[in-house]
């Protein structure tokens, strides 16, 4: 089996304007798709570093002395960098959510399709679980993520079922949780609300947007003059924090203007969003929702 089909490969990669002596960085290595590119179009002297906390992801580690993974969480990206002695990098590739290979491993936990243990943790040593979010978090935690990651209306319901029904015994696999959410799966609707709940919980499990937010704050200072970005989102609470982040350079409010009244931001976006051709989506489903950006500092 495949680790993970990468999405938009080319363009991602064209996205980077890749510089033969370059310094680049892929904070999502997964099966090494992206990674692997970048190296096809890099000269002898240039330099890959790549990010990856899932411990499966280890075993796709490529045989290159240009190429470094380092088994971390992005968020801690450049203090990584600096321990490899690296202060500024020419371009930074991201594809962010979850890998083909974890959505298909059953015992991770991260797929509607299979019965498995609530766990969906992308590093396993974490001590937040799945299973911690739904048997012990309190209501009113619940409803916030159901609400703030799954933009699920029902979400108040949801959690008032979810702490009741745990009293008798706890909701230890996915199935149990199907089971106790059962009333809120219409028919015809049903994939669609299960897969907003497990991205709901999938996310406070690994903190995924705290994550990103400390991630993209460090990009400005992380890339060198003209340095470019490369960014692939799959829901829209990604999409909206890269895409705001490149705008205004915040999360949140508007950024300060110079004397000339013109707005202070490090980044500048290039192109138009790229979304995925029909072939693409044909031959790879998971890309139906991809949405990549580019910026470059300037």
């Known amino acids: 089996m495949e680790y993970h089909n990468p999405v938009l490969l080319k363009e991602t990669v064209d996205g980077l304007d890749i510089k033969e ?13 992206h990674s692997k590119e970048i190296l096809r179009r890099l000269g002898p002297n240039g330099k890959l570093y790549a990010f990856d906390q899932d411990p499966d992801a280890l075993e796709n580690t490529i045989d290159d002395e240009r190429f470094t993974l380092i088994h971390e969480n992005f968020r801690h990206m450049k203090r990584f960098l600096r321990f490899y002695g690296v202060k500024q990098v020419d371009g930074i590739l991201a ?3 979850v890998s083909s290979h974890q959505f298909d ?9 299979f019965e498995a243990d609530l766990d969906m943790r992308m590093n396993q040593k974490s ?33 008032k079922v979810i702490v009741e029904e745990r009293e008798s015994e706890p909701i230890k696999t996915s199935e149990q949780l199907k089971s106790v959410l059962k009333r809120f799966l219409q028919h015809k609707k049903e994939n669609k609300v299960l897969a907003q709940i497990y ?5 406070e499990v690994n903190q995924e947007i705290e994550a990103l937010k400390e991630f993209l704050l460090q990009t400005p200072e992380v890339l060198k003059q003209d340095g470019r970005l490369s960014f692939i989102s799959y829901h829209s609470l990604e999409d909206r924090l890269v895409k705001r982040f490149i705008r205004n350079g915040l999360f949140e409010g508007e950024p300060e ?19 995925p051709t029909r072939e693409e989506i044909k031959m790879n489903n998971r890309a139906r929702s991809a949405k990549l950006r580019i910026a470059k500092k300037f």
Not at 105 to 113: D, H, I, K, L, M
Not at 133 to 159: I, T
Not at 199 to 203: E, G, L, V
Request: cysteine-free; aromatic content about 10%; charged content about 25%.
């Open 21 to 33: 002596d370059g310094i680049y960085v892929d904070v999502t290595f997964g099966g090494g798709g």
């Open 95 to 97: 594809d962010f959510g």
């Open 105 to 113: 491993v059953a015992e991770r936990g991260f797929s509607t399709r």
């Open 127 to 159: 001590d937040l679980s799945a299973f911690h979010v739904v048997n012990e978090y309190d209501e009113e935690q619940l409803k916030q993520v159901l609400l703030q990651y799954g933009e699920l209306r029902q979400a108040p319901a949801m959690a």
């Open 199 to 203: 991205q709901a919980i999938r996310i």
């Open 257 to 275: 203007r110079d004397m000339f009244g013109n707005y202070e931001v490090p980044l500048k976006k290039v192109g138009g969003l790229i979304v």
